[in-house]
């Protein structure tokens, strides 16, 4: 079976030391995590981590069934990238002369739709949204004009099927009654 990318959504209760026992499960199967984000949900209480992971559906499914043992996780699904709409964002900060001139850079952040965010004597920041080969590409043209710093965040998603969390906590709850 071939790797494929994957997005798990894991909803959980706010407890310390959760994301450590997570990423223990990831690091005992050998699975590299290429990008985790953590945030509130739509439920108050509950916390949503959004992990991006690149290996076979069998052995997604194994640990999406080990995190959802775990006792303070409500649920973990996992999808595909067509399954799913999702961003990041990408800041920069580029040396303000470079833009401030008119030339190739400006062309370059303006047919990327970058956004500037501060302008400093010394610097300018810009932020780029989108999929990471889109802020991976504004950091490839960008980079011969000198970038002084640059960070990602891990992927935000929401799932294109019409099924909430609510509705999945709803569905176990009423699992458990029959039970």
């Known amino acids: 079976m071939e790797k494929k990318r994957f997005t798990i959504s894991v909803f ?4 310390v030391g959760l994301l450590n026992r997570v990423s223990i499960i990831f690091t005992r199967r050998k699975i590299n995590v290429e990008s ?21 559906k069998d052995q997604i499914k ?48 303006r047919s990327h739709n970058a956004r500037v965010l501060s302008v400093e004597t010394e610097f300018t920041i810009l932020e780029k949204t989108g999929h990471k080969e889109e802020t991976q590409q504004l950091f490839d043209e ?14 935000v998603a929401i799932t294109k099927p019409m099924k909430t969390l609510s509705s999945i906590v709803n569905d176990l709850e009423e699992l458990v009654k029959k039970n």
Do not use: N, W
């Not at 985790?36 to 690149?54: L, N």
């Not at 999406?64 to 399954?83: C, M, P, R, T």
């Not at 002084?148 to 992927?155: D, I, T, Y």
């Open 36 to 56: 985790i984000t953590a945030s509130e949900s739509e439920i108050k209480g509950i916390h949503r981590y959004t992990i991006v992971v690149s290996e076979t």
């Open 12 to 15: 959980t209760e706010d407890v």
């Open 142 to 155: 960008l980079e011969p004009f000198g970038i002084l710093e640059f960070v990602r965040s891990g992927r």
């Open 62 to 109: 194994k640990v999406v069934g080990q995190l959802e043992k775990q006792v303070e996780i409500v649920k973990a699904v996992f999808h595909s990238d067509d399954e799913i709409v999702y961003q990041e964002i990408a800041l920069f900060k580029v040396k303000t002369g470079v833009l401030a001139s008119g030339g190739q850079a400006e062309k370059i952040v």
